[in-house]
């Protein structure tokens, strides 16, 4: 028996309906998981990306929350390649290919980094933390010995962005610049400030929301100030926060190196591990009392 066509259209409707009511039903879920992560909720959040894994495996969201979830950075940068690869129109490729550009910079990989961080400039003009990235692309691009190709484009980033300002490093000769280009550009009020990189178990998605400081990564104890000065240098030379306070041990005086101000033990082990990866220095997250 044939389907006339005003029901055909009816069963078309009413699936459009239940597609449309189940999208929505997935963003909302996978936006209250990030919530959770961003707050350090962690255990409810693992108890909720389970239920989601569980029922939308192949959701972009849930492949990102996974990510920003992980302890081993290697994991981690694998999940936010897949999103990049087959969810490249999706609301989290910015923050998955923001994360792997700081990944690859964190491990002294900047041709790998500025690879990413250029992809996401060019697809991504609007992304919220878009002058980092524009940043930390030029330092990249410096680092790998790629100044010809770093003023191609930095001419395109000032021609796209004439209203934002820059950290603009001292190894660029603003004078290869084209004369209307280079009078755009707009240097940021001071050179020698860059964001801190994230590790990748850190979540970037809304810059309103700030760290709640619960933990800090201890990367070393020193008797000699010099000596936590020197490995304090090299941390912070790849773009991490470092304090170093004097603590008493019985007797002894000893200078403590701490990293970072991260939400969770989960984000504080992440940074942990790029440190460990790019340094070869060990380091351990301490709770905030």
């Given at each position: 028996?044939?389907?006339g066509?005003?029901r ?6 009413l699936?459009m ?5 189940t999208?929505?039903?997935n ?7 990030l919530?959770?992560i961003?707050?350090g ?15 939308f ?5 849930v492949?990102y929350?996974?990510?920003l979830m ?11 390649k897949d ?6 129109n999706?609301?989290?490729a910015?923050?998955?290919?923001m994360?792997?550009?700081e990944?690859y ?11 990413h ?5 060019r ?16 330092r ?5 010995r ?10 395109f980033?000032?021609e796209?962005h004439?209203?934002?300002?820059f ?17 755009a ?17 850190q979540?970037?998605?809304s ?12 990367a070393?104890?020193f ?6 000065r020197?490995?304090a240098d ?10 170093i306070?004097?603590r ?14 991260y ?26 009392n």
């Open positions: 028996m044939r389907m066509k005003a055909l259209i009816q069963i078309f409707i699936m309906c239940i597609v449309g009511a999208s929505l039903v963003g909302q879920d996978v936006d209250g998981l919530n959770l961003q707050a909720e962690m255990d409810s959040a693992e108890v909720l990306l389970e239920e989601l894994s569980f029922e495996p192949g959701h972009p969201g492949r929350a996974r990510a992980q302890d081993d950075a290697l994991t981690a940068a694998g999940l936010y999103i990049v690869r087959n969810h490249v999706s609301q989290y910015g923050d998955a290919l994360h792997l550009g990944y910079y964190a491990q002294g990989l900047y041709f790998q980094s500025r690879e961080f250029n992809r996401l400039i697809l991504n003009p609007d992304y919220p933390d878009i002058v980092n990235a524009v940043n930390l692309s030029l990249a691009g410096i680092a790998s790629q100044l010809d190709s770093v003023y191609i484009d930095f001419a980033i000032v796209n004439p209203d934002l300002a950290d603009i490093p001292e190894d660029l000769d603003l004078t290869r610049l084209p004369d209307r280009k280079r009078d550009v707009k240097p940021a009020v001071s050179q020698s400030e860059v964001a801190p990189l994230r590790g990748l178990g979540d970037i998605m810059p309103a929301i700030q760290p709640q400081g619960k933990y800090v990564l201890q070393g104890a008797g000699n100030y010099d000596n936590a020197r490995l090299q941390i912070e030379s790849i773009g991490y926060t470092v304090a306070k004097e008493m041990s019985g007797d002894k005086r000893l200078f403590m190196i701490f990293v970072g101000d939400p969770s033990k989960t984000a504080a082990l992440s940074v942990a591990d790029m440190l460990e990866a790019a340094l070869g220095i060990p380091s351990f997250p301490v709770e905030i």
